[in-house]
């Protein structure tokens, strides 16, 4: 599952948009809610806490690098509009992209 995110967040996440569960699901034959319980039985985490800390992960290497804008990065990260972007980033560490770049 987590190879499956890496690849789809590098590769497909600017074409096909946000990484859900149920692609990762169907990906795997399983169905979204079957799939979603043996991640959090397997990691004691939801797949979509999993999902989210991916994405962040990737995000603040992407802001490390100042020839992205921070549009470019929420487009190549999947999401539909930059303030989704910002606000997921910003929920998830109280800073926005462009105060994380500034401190990395």
Known sequence: FVSLLDEYIAQKA???????????????????????????????RTAKSLISDRLLSAARQLLVDETFSITQISQHLGFEYPQHFVRFFKAQTGKTPSEYRKTA
């Open 14 to 44: 600017e074409r096909e948009g946000l990484p859900t569960v149920a692609y990762f699901a169907d990906k795997c034959c399983y169905s979204p809610k079957y799939f979603g319980e043996l991640v959090k039985t397997e990691t004691g």
